[in-house]
Each structure stands twice: as C-alpha cells, then as structure tokens.
T-cell receptor
Framework: EDQVTQSPEALRLQEGESSSLNCSYT??????LFWYRQDPGKGPEFLFT???AGEEKEKERLKATLTKKESFLHITAPKPEDSATYLC????????????FGTGTRLKVLA | GAVVSQHPSWVICKSGTSVKIECRSL??????MFWYRQFPKQSLMLMAT?????????EQGVEKDKFLINHASLTLSTLTVTSAHPEDSSFYIC?????????????FGDGTRLSIL
C-alpha cells in the first residue's frame, strides 16, 4: 500500500537554528514528490516538485532533496515567518494524478 | 500564475441546508480538480477527483449523494454538501491541475470553512 510518513510531527526552532524535516514514502513507482507550506486557515502553497533520486531544489532558505525512500526539506537559518505546517505529498505512476499526503510537520520558529 | 480561487471562504448555516462551494482556476485550464477535507491539526483527506465533463471519482467512504461534485467547465468545479449536518462541519479545500502540464503540481484554493449549526 502506498504510504507517506512525515517526521517530526512538530518542531520548535530558535531563529537562525537550521534543521531538516523528513518525508518517508512507500509507493509503487514514483511519479513525483511535492512539498507544500500551509498557513493556518489557508490552502497549501506549492514549494517544490522532485521527480528522481538525487534531485535537489532550492528556494530562499529552503532546500529539498530526494532519495529512493525519502525526501528532506532543509531549512537554513529560519525566520519566524517560516513558521507553518509543511506537507509532503507523493504521486504514484499508477494512472491517476491524485496525491497521497503525509500528516505534516508543524514548524514554529521563535524570535 | 496558477491561481485557484475558492468561494465562499466561510459559511455558517442551519442543519438541513445544502451548501455549494465553488472552485475556479483563474489563469489556466484544469481538466482535473480535487476536493479535500481537513480536520484541525490533521492532513488533507482526498474526497473525490473531478474531471471536466465526466462523473467524479469518489474515495472509499465518501458518500456520493451527500457530496455532489460538478465539473462543468475547464475552469470551474463545484462541491455541494446536501442536507448538511453538524458532523459535516469542516475545512474543505479544492485544488486544480493544469491541463497542459505533464506532471505539474496541484494548485490549491484557500479553503472554505463550513460550520453547520
């Protein structure tokens, strides 16, 4: 069965304290892995798509990497405005374009 | 680009009322739209996949007659919660996928907070 697990569930960082969020997945053929950011009361905002192992994408303080079993979202020198829930989703090759979402990591960055 | 608009953002209504939520792709054509439900501090749960001009595909456990989905054009899908009851109160979010994309991401609306009294 296709499955996505994110860890940790919640993370508190001091401003400037770098860390990584993990997304482990089991899927019968990966079409793509997607990272989103969700603020309270809002819909998810797209961050990155990763397609194959070894691929990396960067945007400001965020960097996403992908292996055959997991993806990491690295946050370098975070700021309070980076506080949000970060969601990982995978899309399997099997015909449809629907996502399998992880449960998310709630990140709080303290000033 | 890739903006998805969802309306209304917030609705309160009495038990037994039917409520319609609209999801529009503003600057692209979406052959496929998705409807999700999200409970507090939980992830998104896919309810159904909506394809333009055809019947929606519902996930297991989602009542088709309770949650009516119509995808009448390449830019609009609607979700109607029929005869809503307090247990239907939730945050409903739609997303859309660009028809011209190979494997582009889903783009999400800002959700509709539904409260049934």
């Amino acid at each position: 069965e296709d499955q996505v697990t994110q860890s940790p569930e919640a993370l508190r960082l001091q401003e400037g304290e770098s860390s990584s969020l993990n997304c482990s997945y089991t899927v019968s053929g990966l079409r793509g892995l997607f990272w989103y950011r969700q603020d309270p009361g809002k819909g998810p905002e797209f961050l990155f798509t990763l397609y194959s192992a070894g691929e990396e994408k960067e945007k400001e303080r965020l960097k996403a990497t992908l292996t055959k079993k997991e993806s990491f979202l690295h946050i370098t020198a975070p700021k309070p405005e980076d506080s949000a829930t970060y969601l990982c989703a995978v899309q399997a090759i099997s015909g449809t374009y629907k996502y399998i979402f992880g449960t998310g990591t709630r990140l709080k960055v303290l000033a | 680009g890739a903006v998805v608009s969802q309306h209304p953002s917030w609705v309160i209504c009495k038990s037994g009322t039917s409520v319609k939520i609209e999801c529009r792709s503003l600057d692209f054509q979406a052959t496929t739209m998705f409807w999700y439900r999200q409970f507090p501090k939980q992830s998104l749960m896919l309810m159904a996949t909506s394809n333009e001009g055809s019947k929606a595909t519902y996930e297991q456990g989602v009542e088709k007659d309770k949650f009516l989905i119509n995808h009448a054009s390449l830019t609009l899908s609607t979700l109607t919660v029929t005869s809503a009851h307090p247990e239907d109160s939730s945050f409903y979010i739609c997303s859309a996928r660009n028809r011209d994309s190979g494997n582009q991401p889903q783009h999400f609306g800002d959700g509709t907070r539904l409260s049934i009294l």
